[in-house]
């Protein structure tokens, strides 16, 4: 099993509200990854990781931001959470960067 | 053109059946391909790794055919608890994996 956690499991939460969604990993992984998920469709790569201090936006246009502070600690913040960004999030990490990539169990975000 | 193309299915078969997927990509110079599997509302799992020469794991075998620029996934004697969606999944440009949208395989009794 891989040991990458995630937290909160879901979140109901109203518009406007500023939330941040936890992933941590204890694998040593340098990489590290956010997808976005809606119900039946693909993953959309939202932000990754590839060090400490580094971040970069991926290929779907997202709202949030990300720090990485600390190799195994990949938060996702959003600062006005609005009924758009309902879906679920997941969270992964590599040792490699064409390697395989272990996931969370994943955020399911519901904002009324 | 995706980048990553997959029959979305569904595959309904009976147990006991063999099925097989097709994967096609974009990006002749890709290097990196996976299978992974992915169950209703949890995350996606490292299936299998696909390599040149082909490779098998039981009842799952995956090749690569980089002329024609697809992968397959190839399931034997097919159980119930293959019951999932399968994601393909390649490096197509840059250093960044990406997902297929996933065919979805029903097993039944």
């Known amino acids: 099993e891989a040991d990458i956690y995630q937290t909160p499991r879901y979140l109901v939460i109203g518009t406007g509200k500023k939330i941040t969604l936890e992933c941590s990993q204890t694998m040593g992984h340098d990489k590290m990854y956010w997808y976005q998920q809606d119900p039946g469709m693909e993953l959309h790569l939202i932000h990754y990781?590839?060090?400490?201090?580094?971040?970069e936006k991926g290929d779907l246009s997202s709202e949030s931001t990300v720090s990485r502070i600390r190799t195994e600690h990949f938060p996702l913040t959003l600062e006005s959470a609005r009924p758009s960004h309902t879906s679920q999030y997941l969270c992964?990490?590599?040792?490699?960067?064409?390697?395989?990539?272990?996931f969370g169990p994943g955020t399911r975000l519901t904002v009324l | 053109r995706k980048e990553v193309e997959q029959d979305p299915g569904p595959f309904n078969v009976p147990e006991g059946a063999t099925v097989a997927f097709n994967c096609t990509y974009s990006n002749s110079a890709s290097q990196s391909f996976f299978w992974y599997r992915q169950d209703c509302r949890k995350e996606p799992k490292l299936l299998m790794s696909?390599?040149?020469s082909g490779n098998e794991d039981g009842r799952f075998t995956a090749q690569l055919n980089r002329a024609s620029q697809y992968i397959s996934l190839l399931i034997r004697d097919s159980k119930l608890s293959d019951s999932a969606t399968y994601l393909c999944?390649?490096?197509?440009?840059?250093?960044?994996?990406?997902f297929g949208a996933g065919t979805i395989l029903r097993v039944k009794s």
């Open positions: 992964a990490s590599s040792e490699y960067q064409l390697g395989e990539q272990f």
């Open positions: 990781s590839y060090g400490v201090n580094s971040t």
């Open positions: 999944v390649v490096n197509v440009e840059g250093n960044k994996l990406v």
């Open positions: 696909v390599y040149s």
